[in-house]
């Protein structure tokens, strides 16, 4: 917080307040100043919204040189000593002054004096000085698309603009089998994918609010949903049961690298896919291929080690897409098993170092890539997946790690992700703490290091003033340390919706008692959001949201409790009573899901769901 009581998302690297008051004209002139003043229509038609949307009023806009009595001048000065996308903002007695040697830095000031006429109602804005830029050249969102839930596109616009709004500069849309690949309609059939026409909707969209979105496709690694039709189960290195780094998963899983038609496939896939993105990068993943080896690429391995079995792989498909003129993305957690091959990666790529708890060697790893010569993002979560109400202490140091790895060690991105593991059960507003505060970070670590996220999110997230929705968001996500037992990358009260009663004692010493406790906490965290103000057109879908997710989190409090009950005649009692609750809370879910996503993938998320319900009933 200013002295001034300004909040700012993300906080400006330096903001300096002068004397005086800049009084909003009822019709002010907005003028366009620069080389290419097309370039800033966009930008003026943002502000023109903000002003109305918060003081109702009409200012018009016109390109040239800036002319007395002006009430806001956009100007490119490609001359300016500011870094790339950086900006001054200067708000004078006589007028206000956005100056940039770019496009985006006039935006990225558009932005933030949103943000500042949001918060003064009045006529009267203070006078101040700001001069910003970006510690990370890219600062990114990717959301998973393909653990059943495929949002609608209405959400994706709504969800680019808030993250726009927050200087996001790249978004990516994690894909195993949602895009609607017309060779291979028997993939996407029940998923609801996102369509090439829609692609190049969302694509257009971005530009215009200066985020790059770039296409990204599974291309090894995580194949399952490809690999169980007969179309392509050749094509797998393993149909059986694998040894993974977490235990047993029962395949398929990954590609065949040895096979021919493992790469004609993804070459295919890339023919379809790139031609409607204007983005000259891609990701392929190429993550967890830890079944490599186990299967029919096993001699292979033997004579040249899994390690470089996997790098030949991702090598063709470097050097397939290098023919194409794109730069690959990748991320790089089986190279970092095998750091004797680091050597080999062409230094044009971009290598994504990825990792989700607090207190992971983000430091450590970052160095080793660099020291290595090669460009990569650092790429945090928002620890929304796994735990239905996020895990708010867990996110924010590991947002801010990495952030400190990346900027010390010379990353080129900052790349947040959402994950949607085991059906994606987390709502959609559940991340969007994790996203301010992976903006904030990203963008000028020192200036936001000590920034108030609860009341952030609050305000430009949530739309909410009063501070309430952004605190109750803060305090469910903390739910998670209260049973007194943490789960790496999920939570306890997940697992309790997730395991067989029988298991729940087993998985760990938490007691009937600690859960009471939790229960008790989750009340305290749930009164927080009571009395919003929030001013978003789906407000009342958001309430509906967290109202189901404090009620998920009861649940699987009760749920515990049941797994602890010995008093038969009181374990029926409860069973019953969970077996009710149970069958409102799937129905909620199913609508709440068709509000914001597509119908594909719900079945298949609500099956765990189902399973209880059967589970009680039996």
Not at 111 to 123: H, M, R
Request: aromatic letters at 10%.
């Amino acid at each position: 917080m200013t002295e001034i009581g300004l909040h700012l998302l993300p906080a400006p690297r330096r903001i300096t307040y002068k004397d005086g008051l800049y009084s909003l004209p009822a019709e002010g002139w907005i003028v366009l100043d620069g080389p290419a003043p097309q370039q800033l229509t966009f930008s003026a038609k943002r502000i023109q919204r903000s002003i109305h949307q918060s003081h109702g009023l009409s200012w018009q806009s016109g390109a040239g040189q800036p002319i007395l009595g002006a009430a806001l001048v956009l100007q490119i000065f490609p001359m300016l000593s500011l870094p790339n996308q950086g900006y001054t903002l200067k708000i004078t007695p006589a007028g206000i002054l956005i100056r940039a040697n770019t496009a985006a830095g006039v935006f990225y000031g558009v932005c933030t004096l949103a943000q500042i006429l949001v918060q003064n109602t009045g006529v009267e804005i203070p006078c101040l000085e700001i001069e910003d830029g970006p510690d990370l050249p890219v600062r990114g969102v990717l959301l998973d698309i393909s653990r059943d839930k495929v949002p609608q596109l209405n959400t994706l616009f709504d969800l680019i603009d808030r993250l726009a709004s927050w200087k996001i500069n790249q978004f990516q849309l994690y894909t195993e089998h949602t895009f609607a690949y017309r060779n291979h309609p028997d993939v996407w059939r029940s998923a609801s994918p996102i369509s090439g026409e829609e692609i190049l909707a969302l694509d257009a969209y971005c530009q215009e609010r200066f985020i790059e979105l770039v296409p990204n496709q599974a291309s090894f690694g995580h194949m399952n949903r490809w690999l169980i039709h007969p179309r392509y189960q050749h094509l797998a290195e393993s149909m059986g049961e694998l040894d993974f780094p977490w235990g047993k998963v029962q395949g398929p899983f990954s590609l065949c690298p040895e096979m021919p038609e493992s790469f004609s496939l993804v070459q295919g896939l890339y023919d379809e896919l790139l031609p409607h993105f204007t983005s000259r990068m891609v990701n392929i993943n190429c993550d967890e291929t830890f079944d490599v080896g186990q299967g029919k690429s096993k001699s292979a391995c033997q004579e040249r080690t899994p390690g470089q079995v996997y790098l030949d792989f991702v090598l063709k498909l470097y050097s397939d897409l290098k023919r194409r003129g794109y730069t690959m993305q990748f991320w790089v957690d089986i190279v970092l098993h095998h750091p004797e091959l680091i050597p080999q990666i062409p230094r044009d790529a971009i290598g994504l170092l990825w990792g989700y708890d607090a207190g992971l060697p983000y430091l450590e790893e970052s160095r080793h890539l660099a020291e290595n010569g090669l460009s990569f993002y650092v790429c945090p979560g928002t620890s929304s997946w796994n735990s239905l109400a996020g895990r708010t202490d867990n996110a924010l140091n590991n947002l801010q790690e990495a952030a400190q790895a990346g900027i010390q060690t010379g990353a080129s991105g900052y790349l947040n992700t959402d994950w949607g593991d085991n059906g994606h059960w987390q709502m959609l507003p559940i991340s969007y703490l994790g996203f301010a505060a992976g903006a904030a970070y990203s963008w000028c670590l020192e200036a936001n290091l000590e920034a108030e996220i609860s009341h952030l999110t609050s305000l430009f997230a949530f739309d909410d003033p009063s501070g309430r929705m952004g605190r109750m968001a803060y305090d469910l996500g903390n739910l998670y340390q209260v049973p007194g037992f943490e789960v790496p990358n999920s939570s306890v009260l997940f697992w309790a919706l997730r395991l067989p009663l029988a298991q729940i004692r087993s998985y760990s010493q938490i007691t009937a008692e600690d859960y009471q406790r939790t229960l008790q906490a989750l009340d305290q965290a749930a009164s927080q959001g009571e009395q919003d103000t929030m001013t978003r057109p789906d407000a009342a879908l958001i309430r509906r949201e967290f109202a189901l997710t404090v009620r998920m989190l009861r649940h699987a409090c009760f749920r515990s409790q049941l797994a602890w009950e010995d008093d038969p005649s009181n374990a029926t009692r409860l069973r019953s009573h969970l077996a009710d609750d149970l069958q409102e809370i799937i129905a909620e879910y199913r609508a709440l899901w068709l509000e914001r996503n597509r119908s594909g993938g719900l079945t298949d998320s609500l099956r765990p769901l189902q399973n209880l319900l059967t589970e009680y009933q039996a």
